[in-house]
């Protein structure tokens, strides 16, 4: 706790610290206020205007306003889907030289802050802020059906669609629709193909960087994630908290059918093929279906001379013959 409270001073006093480097005993121009000072008469106007929370300038098409012209200005690029700064590199625009600014850094590798506690590094300063917040806990953002807390924002927004329903991004190939703009981008590489993902070791290819992470472990080894009741270790999260329910009892996967209860979402995707009769494996022998890979497995065995079976089933591998 003394830890937490600690960082959470050093932030504060960075921030202050931050903030007092602006001025200067040289500035001419003094703020009332808090005796902030300014190099120029406008900037010092633009920061009283800070403290009384005036917003003058109007956009004409939404009334939102703003405290600067600039700012203003750079917003009405929105509206008129104008987009006059350009990366020399892959020659997309932005509305904003400041997104430029950012977006060059993606070329340039630049990752300019750094957090002092885990020395993460951020291209953006406000990333870095947010990110501190792992570090102090601080979790402002909260959502009002379910009390659950976030440090981002943009994070309480998308849980919110969890509570509405709400799935705004629509895959126009197959009309699937997403709560999340990255898992339409990810759901896309379904129909696309594209796997940017490489394995160094097998050469084997992933849709997704966590697939990538998780398969790597299979060459390493490694299982960071141990159960702390009897100690069996996994490479997975999601396969620890599987094996959990078998010492909790839960089965939170109901089938709607028979209302059979199983303790992994995929025991259910398989019970459910006993009701719908769909058949995905297939000997290449006798081309015999099976609803379960293990039972192709076993059929295989009352063939001699051959063990090969093909999968007929589209996955995360895609279609092809195991052998």
Known sequence: MGHKSELQNNYAQHEMCKHLCAHSEEHQFTSDVHK?????????????????????LACDLCNKTFMMSGNLNAHVHTHAGQQPFTCGVCKKSFNLSANLKLHLRTHTGQWPYTCVVCKKSFRQSCSLKVHLRIHTGDQTFTCDVCK???????????????????????????????????SLRLHLRTHTGVRPYKCDVCKKFFRQSGALKVHLRTHTGEKAFKCDICKRSFSQSITLKDHLRTHTGERPFTCDVCKKSFNRSSTLKVHLRSHTGERLFMCDICERSFTELNTLKKHLRIHTGRSRLRVMYVTDLSIGQIT
């Open 36 to 56: 902030k000072s300014s190099m120029r008469r406008y900037v010092s106007k633009n920061h009283l205007q800070i403290h009384r929370e005036e917003r003058a």
């Open 148 to 182: 659950k807390s976030f440090s981002w924002s943009s994070n309480l927004k998308v849980h919110l669609r969890i509570h509405t329903g709400e799935q705004p991004f629509k895959c126009d190939v197959c009309k699937k629709t997403f709560s999340h703009s990255g």
